[in-house]
C-alpha cells in the first residue's frame, strides 16, 4: 500500500518591522506524518523510528499534551470539542522529526481532511523554548478559503486557507501578548506554504513563513535530507538563541514570561454542532 505519508525541503523566513527590523532565514526538512501510518512506517523505513532513537524519529510525547495517549486519539479529542466529524478524518502532521534523538518544533501543524481531500480543520501546535506548548484549534469555515491554485499531485485545484485567531501563548521575550495572529495556509500537495502574521494594535510587527517541495518519505530521502541538513533540530534551537543575542544588543525590550499551562489547546470558531 502506498503510503501518503511524505517529506518536504524548504526554508523557513522570520521577519521583525516594529519596533525595529530583524530577519532570519534557514533551511529547513520536516515530514508529514499520516498519523495513522507512524507505525508502520517505523517498521517499513530503516532510517526512521517512533518513540527510539534512530537518525531521525516521532516521539509522541513532543507533541499534544505530553501524555500516553497516543496523539491520533488526542487529536480527534481536540476535533470534537471543535464540532468536527473527527472519526472520519484522516489526520497528517507537518514537523521536524528528531535528529539523532534530539527534536524541536516552533511550530507543528495538524491538516484534518476529509475523505475527498478537503480540509475540515487546522491544528496550530506552537513550541516555546521553556519545554511548553499551546494548540490553536480551528475549523476551516467556507468563508476561509480565498482561492485556489492547480496541483499536480492531488490532480485538483487545491485552496488557499486564510484564519485569524487572538495570541493566547506566550512564545517569545521579543513579543507582547496583546497581539493577533494571521493564517495563511496552502495544505500540502507537491508544495506546502504556511505563513503568520503578527499584529499589535493593528500593525504587522512580525512575519513568519515556512514553503517546502515534496519527496517522498524513503530511507533514500532521509539520508539525502539529513546530509543537507546536518544536525538540523540542534542548528534551530541554536539559530533561535543566536537572533535572541543580536535582538538583545539592537535594544529589543523584553516582556515578561507568562507561564502556561503544558499542552493546553484552545477552539478558535467552533462549528457549533455535536459529532
Same mark, same amino acid.
Given at each position: ?8 525541503? !524548504? ?89 539523532? !534523538?534530539? *527534536? ?12 475527498? !481531500? ?19 484549534? =480551528? ?72 514553503? !517546502? ?33 543580536? =535582538? ?14 503544558? *499542552? ?12
Amino acid at each position: 500500500m502506498t503510503s501518503s505519508s511524505c517529506l518536504y525541503t !524548504g526554508q523557513v523566513v522570520h521577519r521583525r518591522f516594529l519596533p525595529r527590523a530583524h530577519r532570519l532565514r534557514y533551511r529547513v526538512f520536516w515530514i508529514l506524518l499520516d498519523l495513522s501510518e507512524v507505525e508502520s512506517l517505523s517498521k517499513k523505513l530503516t532510517f526512521f523510528s517512533r518513540n527510539r532513537f534512530n537518525l531521525t524519529s516521532f516521539h509522541d510525547s513532543d507533541h499534544g499534551d505530553g501524555s500516553d495517549l497516543p496523539l491520533l486519539k488526542q487529536a480527534r479529542a481536540l476535533l470534537r470539542q471543535a464540532g468536527c466529524q473527527a472519526d472520519q478524518l484522516v489526520i497528517k502532521l507537518l514537523c521536524m522529526p528528531r535528529i539523532l !534523538g534530539y *527534536g524541536f518544533n516552533p511550530l507543528s501543524v495538524y491538516f484534518c481532511s476529509r475523505q475527498d !481531500g478537503s480540509l475540515e480543520a487546522i491544528i496550530y501546535e506552537v513550541h516555546n523554548t521553556f519545554g511548553e506548548r499551546h494548540s490553536y484549534v =480551528m475549523p476551516v469555515q467556507k468563508r476561509t478559503v480565498q482561492g485556489a491554485v492547480q496541483d499536480p499531485v492531488q490532480g485538483a485545484a487545491s485552496d488557499i486557507v486564510e484564519q485569524h485567531c487572538a495570541k493566547g501563548f506566550y512564545v517569545s521575550p521579543f513579543l507582547g501578548m496583546d497581539m493577533s495572529y494571521g493564517f495563511r495556509v496552502r495544505p500540502p500537495a507537491a508544495q506546502v506554504e504556511i505563513s503568520i502574521h503578527g499584529k499589535e494594535n493593528d500593525k504587522t510587527i512580525i512575519a513568519a513563513s515556512l514553503s !517546502g517541495a515534496r519527496h517522498e518519505l524513503t530511507d533514500g530521502f532521509l539520508l539525502k535530507a539529513f546530509a543537507s541538513h546536518p544536525l538540523l533540530t540542534m542548528k534551530v534551537i541554536a539559530g533561535i538563541h543566536w537572533h535572541a543575542l543580536r =535582538m538583545v544588543l539592537k535594544g529589543f525590550r523584553f516582556h515578561a514570561r507568562q507561564q502556561a499551562a503544558h *499542552g493546553a489547546a484552545e477552539v478558535v470558531n467552533s462549528r457549533g454542532i455535536q459529532p
